[in-house]
């Protein structure tokens, strides 16, 4: 019988692949069996416990009901817009420069960046490693992925590979929409560093003189990253002082431990206020085209937080346990790994790490075998395993590099 389902939606599978493998670990785990579960990207506790921020809970316990139940505006609250720009930009004149909308997570500034600024059928420019739902919003939207090699041999970020893949989309589409995930890159671990981001600022402010370019920062760990990793944002000018538009993917999931709450929001800086309000109108209405409005109790707790200095300041000293415990595992995974010779990217904080693999579903599956789950990640020649140290113990690290010492030696 044929499908009442259109032809490109009638053979989609029904799970993320890392959710089936860590459905998969804790189907083991219940049965009896040691393993460690190094694959869903959420900060937990050494005990298996998910890691929270108390100060949040109580915010979020404290919202009165019915204003948590009325809508929230379309394109959220103008508190909370204002707020989520001053966290992002301390830099006065930054904020001044930018607008903002709410979104579910932060996958809904994603999902809204591809929508507003590629055409139907374009592709979105990233690096060679990424976030495979990136792959899955685009495709999503009638839009592609395309990439550019990340690294080069001596381990650091390929600026050349970068300029010549941006030249090559403008060349075939008229216009770029580039998805950079740092600091704290999903997967790699790999945070851009002060060079890096010269040089980044200076391919993409050259490539807006010849057409429509827009970058977005996705900063969803950032607030787990190494503190020089944070002061990306002093190179916003540079860029956005010519013609391009720097868009950050802004979300609430990592940094308040509120992976269901869906707090997001998509920020836009552009010199031009002409240009700010036609970015405005348009996030406003593919608001209302999506998802309608946000979630109301989630974006006037996060609001509170981050506008009362003394809650704030809860907040951050409660986060800053959690990050202790992060940069513990951290300082394990570099210790044993470098010990052990595994390859993989500089890593200086964030939720994951990956190694370098020239077969990784094969990997993979052989960590399987030793009771160790994290996801395989294929790219042209080769791949990398992707490891969520964020649910890792410290205490597991020495069994988890023997076991990669075993699969990939």
């Not at 959220?76 to 204002?82: E, V």
């Not at 300041?313 to 010990?339: F, K, Q």
Request: hydrophobic content about 45%; charged content about 20%; aromatic content about 8%.
């Amino acid at each position: 019988m044929p499908s009442t389902l259109i032809s490109a939606a009638a053979s989609r599978p029904s799970d993320d692949p890392i959710f089936s493998l860590n459905a998969e670990a804790r189907r083991r785990a219940a049965a009896g069996e040691s393993v460690i579960n190094a694959t869903l990207g959420a900060m937990m506790e050494d005990d298996g416990r998910l890691a929270v921020l108390p100060s949040v809970l109580e915010t979020f316990a404290k919202v009165p009901g019915a204003d948590a139940a009325s809508y929230a505006p379309i394109a959220g609250d103008a508190g909370f817009l204002k707020a989520v720009i001053a966290d992002v930009f301390a830099d006065r004149a930054l904020a001044e420069q930018a607008v903002a909308a709410a979104t579910p997570g932060g996958s809904g500034a994603l999902y809204q960046a591809i929508t507003n600024f590629l055409e139907p059928g374009q592709a979105l420019l990233t690096t060679s490693y990424y976030w495979a739902p990136y792959h899955t919003m685009a495709t999503h939207a009638g839009r592609r992925v395309e990439t550019f090699s990340m690294f080069l041999p001596s381990g650091g970020f390929d600026i050349a590979a970068f300029e010549a893949a941006l030249a090559q989309q403008i060349e075939r589409q008229g216009r770029s929409l580039i998805f950079l995930n740092t600091p704290c890159h999903n997967p790699t671990g790999y945070s851009l560093d002060d060079a890096e981001w010269q040089a980044l600022a200076r391919v993409v402010r050259a490539a807006a003189e010849r057409a429509p370019v827009a970058l977005v920062v996705d900063i969803a760990y950032s607030r787990f990253g190494a503190k020089a990793a944070s002061d990306w944002t002093r190179h916003v000018p540079n860029i956005a002082g010519g013609r391009a538009a720097v868009l950050v993917a802004w979300s609430g999931s990592k940094s308040f431990a509120q992976y269901g709450a869906r707090v997001g929001a998509l920020l836009a800086v552009h010199p031009d206020a002409a240009e700010r309000t036609r970015i405005a109108n348009a996030l406003s209405y593919a608001c209302r085209g999506t998802w309608s409005n946000c979630n109301h109790l989630g974006l006037l707790a996060i609001t509170k937080i981050l506008s009362e200095p003394e809650l704030r300041a809860r907040v951050d000293l409660e986060r800053a346990r959690m990050i202790a415990l992060l940069d513990e595992r951290v300082t394990a995974w570099n210790r044993e790994a470098t010990r052990a010779g595994l390859p993989y990217p500089r890593y200086e904080g964030g939720f994951f790490v990956s190694v370098f693999s020239a077969a990784p579903e094969q990997a993979a599956a052989r960590l399987r075998e030793l009771g160790v789950f994290v996801v395989p990640l294929a790219e042209k020649g080769g791949g990398a395993l992707r490891i969520a140290l964020c649910s890792t113990p410290s205490r597991d690290v020495p069994r988890l590099v023997a076991a990669f010492a075993k699969a990939i030696g």
